[in-house]
């Protein structure tokens, strides 16, 4: 049987929680690199297949894994899903659709001073697209991963603070791709997550100064949803951007099956 909440899925057939985990910034910063460090992690079992849909200049790359050391949450065993998102302003669409229904959010940010601009605008627009999905930008689990400390000239950890104001919110200092903070990133979200999860925190947004539901209160799967409270252009958006996610599965698949064809015929 499966019980949904607003954020977190609950299956009691198998005794799990599985729990979402979004991986958000600017272009190249890195988002990639750490889920591709955490799936290539051998010490990390229990992971799904990594899939992976490419655009021209970014990919979405999903997986899931249950971290054993963990232990349970009221019993039950937790599964991690991962996402990340294309960092280009134009997959803005995509980025919407990616961060429906997450229960954290790990901002990755570039540390060269460069970049400052990018990673300004990449945080605000995760706030705006979090409130688009009625998800609360100051309640959500969120971890600020400093990425790139392993170039030179780099900014300080003091500098990066007072542009984008981490309000309490965990700071890691990473080099992913030397697999540096990648792990320490990834617990400290999860740890945020299951605090939320723990203590009841409601991250549901509620503009209209309505009365605060309980986000784990069990859910009839059969019940009809409810619609989805958007402007008709961002109703639009966002169904092109799922356009755009299951054009790209359905080309990785067609690239699978050629493969498949061409092993195949070697065989013969």
């Known amino acids: 049987m499966l019980i949904f909440s607003p954020m977190v899925l609950i299956n009691k057939a198998i005794n799990e929680v599985t729990v979402k985990l979004v991986y958000y910034g600017a272009g190249l910063c890195g988002k990639t690199t750490n889920l591709e460090k955490i799936y290539g992690n051998p010490k990390l079992e229990n992971k799904g297949k990594m899939i992976s849909m490419s655009t021209e200049t970014d990919r979405t790359l999903f997986f899931d894994f249950m971290p054993m050391e963990l232990g349970t949450i009221g019993g039950q065993k937790v599964r991690v899903q991962l996402y990340t998102v294309p960092g280009q302003v134009f997959y803005d669409a995509t980025r919407k659709l990616v961060l429906r229904g997450t229960d954290g959010v790990v901002f990755v940010a570039d540390s060269q001073p460069s970049m400052r601009d990018s990673n300004f605008d990449s945080l605000e627009n995760l706030k705006t697209n979090l409130r688009l999905n009625r998800i609360d930008p100051a309640k959500i689990a969120l971890v600020l991963q400093y990425n790139k400390r392993d170039l030179p000239d780099v900014d300080s950890v003091e500098e990066m603070n007072a542009y984008l104001h981490p309000d309490g919110a965990p700071v890691i200092e990473a080099a992913a791709i030397n697999g540096t903070g990648v792990t320490a990133t990834l617990r400290a979200a999860i740890a945020r997550i299951l605090d939320n999860l723990k203590n009841g925190v409601d991250t549901t947004l509620h503009e209209d100064g309505g009365t605060s539901v309980d986000p784990f209160a069990p859910v009839d799967v059969d019940m009809e949803p409810e ?15 799922a356009r755009d996610v299951v054009a790209s599965l359905e080309a990785a698949l067609e690239k699978a099956r050629e493969q498949e064809r061409r092993l195949a015929d070697k065989l013969r």
């Open 227 to 241: 619609p989805f409270d958007a402007a008709p252009t961002d109703v639009e958006a966002l169904l092109a951007g």
